[in-house]
């Protein structure tokens, strides 16, 4: 009987010259694989959010890739409204943000989502920026859509009149929402329903 040869390991020099991967092939494998380690981190991270229904990661240059497991939607394409948002709270250092974003007008939304953002540590590294996942939008409390643009302004610490310009209205229009707002967010001045809206994620951002 012929006996079995030993197994022995296969180094670089047993290879033929004609038969070795090329350098750039392999340091791109290396570095595809690492980043879909890294995107299944973070879907595993934005699976927390409740009721998440699509999302993406947002790496550096605002670059886009969508999240293993959850679809991908219009509103996070690249050089999307919402992802230039969510990498402008990243940019000011939350860790979280939450706020709502409507489907279509501002003005006469067909409804909102509720967009999440979810800074990275710092340990991933540069390339990862966070990630960014729609949910269904929570209870209004009766809040207009005027009303949600206001409190992004709110939010942003602008004065009537600031707001004012920025929405092409009245001052006096302005004081109007501001009074409303106060009443359905049960809070007695504008700086307590600015920390309620940004806490609850109430609020289209200033864009």
Not at 130 to 144: K, Q
Not at 149 to 160: A, T, W
Not at 161 to 168: K, N, P, Q, T, Y
Request: with cysteine; proline share 8%.
């Amino acid at each position: 009987m012929t006996p079995t040869p030993a197994l022995r390991l296969v180094g670089p020099d047993d290879i033929a010259p004609e038969e070795r991967p090329d350098a750039e092939v392999v340091e791109a494998t290396r570095a595809s694989s690492a980043e879909d380690r890294l995107l299944r981190g973070l879907g595993a991270s934005a699976a927390l959010v409740d009721g998440v229904r699509a999302g993406v990661a947002l790496l550096s240059r605002r670059r886009v890739v969508p999240l293993p497991g959850l679809r991908v939607d219009e509103l996070l394409g690249p050089g999307s409204a919402v992802v230039a948002a969510a990498d402008d709270a990243i940019r000011d250092g939350a860790d979280h943000a939450s706020f709502l974003w409507p489907r279509g007008c501002r003005q006469s939304p067909d409804g909102y989502v509720r967009v999440t953002v979810l800074a990275c540590d710092g340990a991933l590294g540069p390339a990862a920026r966070g990630v960014v996942v729609l949910s269904p939008a929570p209870r209004l409390r009766g809040l207009t859509p005027r009303e949600l643009e206001v409190l992004g302004h709110l939010v942003e610490g602008c004065s009537n009149l600031e707001i004012a310009r920025a929405l092409a209205v009245a001052p006096r229009t302005v004081a109007a929402h501001v009074e409303h707002i106060l009443f359905k967010l049960d809070a007695t001045s504008r700086t307590l329903a600015a920390v309620r809206a940004e806490r609850a994620g109430l609020y289209v951002p200033v864009g």
